[in-house]
């Protein structure tokens, strides 16, 4: 019996040596994720189609789909509606939907093509600084940003699928 609670003693001591723990931090409740790395979206002041100023950090508190789009852009034809129906469904429960246009021309195409479409959600025009902070490389991006500001998914390209980005959205609510 000495021998056995020796050898546990000692596989309990090499436990604590090798993983850098003690049975009082072995609760559940205190287990941290570190599979991935939260990156903090960047914040921004960027001018909307309603010619006021609007910031990220303004937003802090709900969950905000960035979608970065141009009107050239086909994809980002289909996309706008999904998040249009997205974010009339959920902006009651803290989902903010903004569109940033690319379009160098801005308020000349810019209006007239949201107008079109019906978006009802607030659309920014881009500047360079936005578009180097969050890596823009292929539109349409949609970034999903939780309610602490942390940059949570990214899609680069048109996922074309509402029930996709409505999974992603209510992990954060």
Known sequence: MKRFLDAGCTLLLISIILFNCDSTSLNENDLVATDEELVFAPNFHLLSTELETISLAKLRGDVVLLDFWATWCKPCRT??????????????????????????????????????????????FANDQ????????????????????????????????????????????
Request: charged residues 25%.
């Open 79 to 124: 996309e706008m509606p999904i998040f249009n129906q997205l974010y009339a469904q959920y902006k009651g429960q803290g989902l903010q939907v903004v569109g940033i246009a690319v379009d160098s021309e801005k308020m000349t195409v810019v209006e007239p093509f949201v107008t079109q479409l019906g978006i009802d959600y607030t659309i920014l």
């Open 130 to 173: 936005v578009l180097k902070a969050y890596e823009i490389a292929a539109l349409p991006t949609a970034v999903v940003i939780d309610r602490q500001g942390n940059i949570r998914r990214r899609f680069e390209g048109a996922e074309g699928s509402k029930r996709t980005y409505e999974q992603e959205i209510k992990k954060w609510f």
